[in-house]
């Protein structure tokens, strides 16, 4: 069976400081596909990064970056020096196939603070 | 980058009312939609996975009677609550795929359902 893991439900920062955000997910596949989404207060989703299972190297694009760690099965994603503007639900989620719904995380809830 | 609107944003009507929300996809083709639905501070759940020209495809726990989906184009697809209730009540959203089937899916905006 297919699962995401958001362990953390809230976290709280000041701005400035670094948060990283956890996911570990379950799949019975060798070839999967991982994806972080950002949901503002609006509610649209905001796609950040898609990552396959092949792919291990670590990924940077400007203050984010995302730690993918087959090993243990996590797929991290790290905010350095947060904003107020990266207050959000962050979700991971864990495609099987290429053309497969998403199976999400249940988010982890992100309040930076001025 | 590719579209995906979806519509109207914000409903709120009256128990018994039907309700349809469009998805439809502005600049590809898309031969599967899906569609969520995310109760507040919850996660997104996916209800059915729409394909062009075909039957739609339930998950478990999903009412089909209920929830009529329709994708009887390329670029759209629609989602009928009948008979809406207040535990209908929900941000639904929807998202689509490119032809070829590569990821990442395409979302809409989500459409908030409020059911007095």
């Known amino acids: 069976a297919q699962k995401v893991t958001q362990a953390q439900t809230e976290i709280s920062v000041v701005e400035k400081e670094d948060v990283t955000l956890d996911c570990v997910y379950e799949t019975r596949d060798t070839t999967y596909y991982l994806f972080w989404y950002k949901q503002p207060p609006s509610g649209e989703l905001v796609f950040l990064i898609r990552r396959n299972s092949f792919d291990e190297q670590n990924e940077i694009s400007g203050r984010y970056s995302w730690n993918f760690q087959k090993s243990t099965s996590s797929f991290n994603f790290t905010i350095t020096a947060s904003q107020v503007v990266d207050s959000a639900v962050y979700f991971c989620a864990l495609s099987e196939f290429p053309g497969t719904a998403l199976i999400f995380g249940k988010g982890t809830t992100l309040s930076v603070s001025s | 980058g590719a579209v995906v609107s979806q519509h109207p944003s914000w409903v709120i009507c009256k128990s018994g009312t039907s309700v349809k929300i469009e998805c439809r996809s502005l600049d590809f083709q898309a031969t599967t939609m899906f569609w969520y639905r995310q109760f507040p501070k919850q996660s997104l759940m996916l209800m059915a996975t729409?394909?062009?020209?075909?039957?739609?495809?339930?998950e478990q726990g999903v009412e089909k009677d209920k929830f009529l989906i329709n994708h009887a184009s390329l670029t759209l697809s629609t989602l009928t609550v009948t008979s809406a209730h207040p535990e209908d009540s929900s941000f639904y959203i929807c998202?689509?795929?490119?032809?070829?089937?590569?990821?990442?899916?395409?979302f809409g905006d989500g459409t908030r359902l409020s059911i007095l």
């Open positions: 998202s689509a795929l490119e032809e070829g089937g590569n990821q990442p899916q395409h």
């Open positions: 729409s394909n062009e020209g075909s039957k739609a495809t339930y």
